[in-house]
């Protein structure tokens, strides 16, 4: 229970420091299932200079 509850203050704590909304994908290279998903997410992060 501990570690759940450590996890879960990582995670409120790095949406603070996001740029951008947190984007969860799930995809099968395998199967071919959300990778035209996850292309259009990377195409869409944008450049990061300096």
Do not use: F, K
Request: hydrophobic fraction near 50%; glycine fraction near 8%.
């Amino acid at each position: 229970m501990r570690n759940e509850a450590l996890l879960m203050l990582q995670l409120a704590r790095l949406r603070r420091e996001l740029r951008r909304p947190l984007l969860l994908l799930e995809a099968s290279g395998v199967e071919g299932d959300g990778v035209p998903e996850l292309r259009q997410a990377l195409i869409n992060v944008p450049a990061v200079v300096g």
